[in-house]
Nanobody
């Protein structure tokens, strides 16, 4: 069983930065996709960034391109999301997710494993 635990959320002023972490445990194999999603109140869950275990090339959602950076430390079973130039539109619960196989699609229902989420609140 794979477990994911997010941390690093908090409150920040517009223009500020945060770094989220996702600690994983359990065996998901060597071919897997890890991703960050976010969900604001009253909105659908949105794919933010994803990275495939067999590629160093991440994929970003249009709304965060150029501001957010996903990375991973395989030796420590950690994944990160660096959030820069935050705006009020980035306020949401951020979730770490994982699935076996490639990172072809953003559909949240394709991801098997989820963390409990970490809240990011941006004030203007």
């Amino acid at each position: 069983q794979v477990q994911l635990v997010e941390s690093g959320g908090g409150s920040v002023q517009a223009g500020g930065s945060l770094r989220l972490s996702c600690a994983s445990s359990g065996n998901i194999g060597s071919d897997y996709c890890m991703a960050w999603f976010r969900q604001a109140p009253g909105k659908e869950r949105e794919g933010v960034a994803r990275i495939w275990s067999r590629s160093n090339t991440p994929t970003y959602g249009d709304s965060v391109k150029g501001r957010f950076t996903i990375s991973r430390d395989n030796a420590k079973n950690l994944m990160y999301l660096q959030l820069n130039r935050l705006g009020s539109e980035d306020t949401a619960m951020y979730y770490c997710a994982a699935r076996g196989g490639s990172c072809a699609l953003w559909s949240a229902h394709l991801y098997t494993y989820w963390g409990q989420g970490t809240q990011v609140t941006v004030s203007s």
